[in-house]
C-alpha cells in the first residue's frame, strides 16, 4: 500500500493539472451557459420573503437594500435594532413591500428560534435565509492577551449561522427555499492576523458544503466568498458600530481600504436569485487554489515576500491586543459603572472589541 501511495503521489498531480488543463475550455463554456440560462430564469423576490441577519451595519444592510429593490418581504435582525429604524425606512423608499425588525443575538438558539417562529407566525413562510452576521480580527495570534476572545469570534462566525439555519431549515423545506452564506477566501487563502477566522470561516464552509449534501434539491445554498473589501467606510474610517457597547469610539476607529461591498452585495443578491451555488468576489481569487493544492510551499514564500515586516517593525495591528489604539495619546474614557456591574460575559466583551474588527 505504502508503494502504491508513493507512486500516485507522483503520478495524480501532473495528471489532475494536464486533465485540468484539457478540460478548462470544455468547463468555461457550461459556466458560461448556466451564467446565461440562470439571467433569464432568475427567482423572482416579489413578496418573498428574506431574513436578513447581521443587518444593522455593513454588508447586511447593503443585501437588505439589494432585496428591497426587487420588491421582497424583509425581516432584518441585529444585535441592536437602533440602526435597523433607518435601515428599514430606506428599505421601503427602495421598493420593499414590508419590514419588520428584529433585536436578536444570533449565537444564542432562543434567540433565532423567536424571529424565525415570529417571521413564520406573521407572513406564513420563508424564502431565503441571508446569514450576514460576521466578525473578523486584526491581531496576531500570539500577541492576544486574552483568550477570552477566542470562543466570541467563533461563536460569531460559525454558531451565529449554524444557530439560525438550524431553527428555520424545515421552513426552506417547505417553501423549497435558499440559504445564504457570508464566507471569506480567508477559509482557505491563509493571511496573517486572521487565524481564528480563518478558522471560522473554514468551518463555516466546510458544514454548508455538508449540508449542500444533505439537503440535496430541497433548499438551496449559496456560498459568497469575498477577499478584502471595505464595510462602513466614513471618511476612511472602518466604524464599528455592532460593537459600540463593547468599546468607545476612539478605539472603533482604524483606517481601512477594501473592495466597495455595495458591488458584493449586488452579486450575492443575484446569484442567489439565479439560484448559484457560489458567488465570488473578485474570482481571480481562485487562481491560488492550484497553488494551495500543487505548489504550497511557492504559496508560502509569496506570501514571505509580500507581507515582509514593514520598516518601522511594528507588528501589532492599530486594532490592538490590549494596548493603546491611538498612536496619538488621546486619552480613553474610563469605564462607566455600568459596564462594572456586568456579568463576567459582558464585562469581558470591553477586552473582546478591543482586538477585534469587523471586516464585513
Not at 197 to 224: C, H, M, P
Not at 251 to 272: N, Q, S
Not at 324 to 330: W, Y
Request: hydrophobic share 45%; glycine share 6%.
Amino acid at each position: 500500500m505504502d508503494l502504491i501511495n508513493s507512486v500516485l503521489n507522483i503520478v495524480v498531480p501532473p495528471a489532475s493539472l494536464v486533465m485540468l488543463a484539457l478540460a478548462w475550455p470544455t468547463l468555461a463554456l457550461i459556466n458560461a451557459c448556466e451564467w446565461v440560462y440562470g439571467m433569464f430564469s432568475a427567482d423572482s423576490m416579489e413578496n418573498k420573503v428574506v431574513i436578513i441577519t447581521g443587518a444593522s451595519s455593513g454588508l447586511g444592510e447593503q443585501i437588505a437594500y439589494e432585496y428591497a429593490k426587487r420588491g421582497a418581504i424583509l425581516v432584518l435582525v441585529a444585535r441592536r435594532d437602533t440602526r435597523l429604524h433607518g435601515i428599514s425606512e430606506n428599505a421601503r423608499q427602495m421598493g420593499a413591500r414590508h419590514v419588520m425588525i428584529v433585536a436578536a443575538d444570533v449565537v444564542k438558539e432562543e434567540d433565532c428560534r423567536r424571529f424565525i417562529t415570529e417571521t413564520v407566525n406573521f407572513y406564513g413562510h420563508i424564502d431565503h435565509l441571508v446569514n450576514a452576521t460576521s466578525l473578523g480580527h486584526t491581531f496576531y495570534f500570539e500577541e492576544a492577551t486574552d483568550t477570552s476572545v477566542f470562543p466570541h469570534l467563533l461563536d460569531i462566525n460559525f454558531w451565529g449561522n449554524v444557530y439560525p439555519t438550524y431553527v428555520a431549515l424545515p421552513h426552506l423545506r417547505r417553501s423549497r427555499g435558499r440559504i445564504i452564506v457570508n464566507a471569506s477566501v480567508e477559509n482557505w487563502f491563509p493571511l496573517p492576523r486572521m487565524s481564528l477566522y480563518s478558522a471560522a470561516k473554514s468551518a463555516l464552509v466546510n458544514f454548508y458544503e455538508t449540508l449542500r449534501l444533505e439537503v440535496k434539491d430541497d433548499v438551496g445554498i449559496t456560498i459568497a466568498t469575498h477577499g478584502w473589501i471595505g464595510a462602513e467606510l466614513i471618511r476612511g474610517k472602518l466604524m464599528l458600530d455592532n460593537g459600540a457597547e463593547m468599546q468607545w469610539k476612539e478605539e472603533r476607529e482604524v483606517h481601512v481600504t477594501g473592495g466597495p461591498v455595495e458591488e458584493f452585495a449586488k452579486l450575492i443578491v443575484a446569484g442567489a436569485c439565479r439560484g448559484d451555488p457560489y458567488v465570488k468576489y473578485p474570482s481571480w481569487y481562485d487562481a491560488f487554489l492550484l497553488y494551495r493544492a500543487f505548489m504550497p510551499k511557492v504559496l508560502g514564500w509569496t506570501f514571505r515576500l509580500l507581507l515582509a515586516p514593514d520598516s518601522t517593525g511594528r507588528r501589532t495591528s492599530l486594532v490592538g491586543t490590549g494596548r493603546p489604539l491611538l498612536e496619538s495619546g488621546s486619552p480613553r474614557k474610563p469605564p462607566s459603572p455600568m459596564a462594572s456591574s456586568r456579568s463576567p460575559m459582558a464585562s469581558s466583551r470591553v477586552t473582546y472589541a478591543q482586538q477585534v474588527t469587523k471586516l464585513e
